[in-house]
């Protein structure tokens, strides 16, 4: 938004302040990474933005906690958002981890947990929710085959929360081990804005799935990115996961999303980070 003198005139020094301060976290939240490159976050620091700018990530993935009102004290979001604009680190992403063990597809209240949260990531510019279904929440069973009353109820409640989502400019990205295609079908029978996917490429690749072809498969569906190794000792580009692939892969598609860190951290969360960080830049992302 355009600020005038006229504006700050009819308005008052303290109302001009808070436009300007309006406009300063609106800044961050648009802001592109450095020479034009993906924006980088991470799982590793809460909701520690001073350790995450010395880090040199672009934002943090922020847990809500076991409590799915975890973030919903307007006090506490204000203080997030005065720390992204003090650091210029933002809040990328929330996570609801706790549907793990209590299931959007099955659980009575969680539609309207997920509902509280987009109000909340609405609130704090964090376009995406990752939205979990590991453990008890897990869509397959043995052989990659769907449990169907399970995915026919979670159809049903993305059909009404997706356009919600949407309304309040996020995402809910689903994060489980599927390939590309099984995304692209699921996301299909949803048919709802507001809706995409979140992409884990060392879960994928530990689920013998091709990262790589899965992303180039998705498209337009893939909402976000964790990066990760999960075999030892964890570094990107060091393990199972070919990184070049997916490089490419992303380059490919034209992805603009964000890459989250979901990395193991051998030298500590920082110094981690900081080598992650600078193996992505290698492959040009």
């Known amino acids: 938004m355009a600020f005038t003198r006229r504006m700050f005139l009819r308005g008052g020094s303290a109302a001009a302040a808070g436009m300007l301060a309006a406009d300063r976290l609106a800044e961050l939240l648009m802001a592109a990474a450095p020479e034009g490159k993906l924006r980088i976050s991470s799982r590793h620091f809460g909701s520690d933005v001073l350790k995450a700018k010395e880090a040199g990530l672009d934002g943090l993935e922020v847990g809500v906690g076991k409590s799915p009102f975890g973030l919903s004290k307007q006090a506490d979001r204000d203080k997030l958002k005065q720390a992204m604009k003090e650091t210029g680190v933002v809040i990328s992403s929330l996570s609801m981890d706790l549907l793990n063990g209590l299931p959007l597809q099955s659980t009575d209240d969680a539609p309207a947990w997920v509902e509280t949260n987009i109000a909340t990531a609405k609130d704090l510019g964090a376009g995406p929710i990752l939205i979990p279904f590991f453990g008890k929440a897990h869509l397959l069973a043995g052989g990659r085959q769907w449990k169907k009353p399970d995915r026919e109820n979670l159809v049903k409640r993305l059909k009404v929360l997706g ?54 498969e998705m498209k337009d569906n893939l909402a976000i ?4 190794d999960r075999s030892k000792p964890g570094w990107l580009g060091e393990g199972q996961v070919k990184m070049e692939p997916v490089a490419e892969a992303l380059k490919a598609i034209n992805f603009k999303g964000w890459i989250v860190l979901e990395t193991s951290c051998p030298k500590g969360a920082v110094e981690s980070d900081k080598q992650n960080i600078a193996t992505i830049r290698k492959l040009g992302l």
């Open 163 to 216: 356009p919600k989502a949407k309304e309040a400019g996020v995402t809910l990205a689903l994060e489980c081990t599927l390939s590309g295609k099984e995304y692209n079908d699921l996301l299909a029978e949803v048919n709802a804005p507001g809706v995409g996917a979140y992409y884990d490429i060392g879960n994928a690749t530990a689920d013998k799935l091709d990262p790589a072809a899965d992303i180039r």
């Open 225 to 228: 990115i964790h990066f990760k």
